[in-house]
């Protein structure tokens, strides 16, 4: 544990990282509730938050009784974790803020609803936010919420947090899909991005549902030009051991800033 973000989080990303790189095998045990909450000095609620998430991505299996286990159709797996922004920024020794730049509550036609994959006529909570390094922009974050799925966001002026944020804070175990791609910014994502129009931008494209139910969907802006995305891929694997000492930069889940470009 390195003390940079939810201790859920790390603890999960603790146990995931010796199956992606290879040291637990499909079909390894991982070790009990009750130790792992002695290894890493946390809560037992957090350690089964940990291992809930890690079924959701399909990492492990836990069987009544039986105990927690790798899991055995693991094959080749991908994993894409979209952090709190404000533990990217201040990971990075930057200042962090954010600014929500409209709220508002509506209902989803059929064109929103297709587009969303949402159900028609839901009632939904959009919400766009800035988020910024050191004053400079660093995502800017479009999103959709489903107010059937989480009641409480109707009371939730997001004046004070992040959307990110609240809905890790809210609703901890969910299944997702990413959609990442390159887009040149258009007239109003440039100027809240301080970017020229039709300059590179990174465009991730998240939705999100639980038990079946659709949660929210998102678009996150990055400036092309000051940000990379990293993903890890590991196949099924070799070896066992779990590390609580796993640090964010051996993991490569996360977003870092690109090398300055060189100008002809």
Known sequence: MDGDGPAYSQVRE???RPILAGRLQPGDRIPPEQELVGLFAVSRMTVNRALRSLVEQGLITRRPRLGTVVARQLGEHAVLQIDDPEVEVTSEGARYSFERLERSVLRADASLALE?????GAELVHVRCLHRSDG???LLEDRYINVGAVPRVREESFASISPIRWLLDEVPGYAAEHVIQA??????????LQLSEGAPCLLVQRRTWRAETFVTAVSLYYPGDRHRL???FGPALRGRGLDPRATRSERGHRRSPAPPRRRP
């Open 136 to 138: 400079a922009p660093f």
């Open 116 to 120: 969303l994959q949402a159900p028609g």
């Open 183 to 192: 887009v040149a910014a258009d007239g109003e994502t440039a100027s809240r």
């Open 230 to 232: 990293t993903g890890v």
């Open 14 to 16: 603790a146990i995931a």
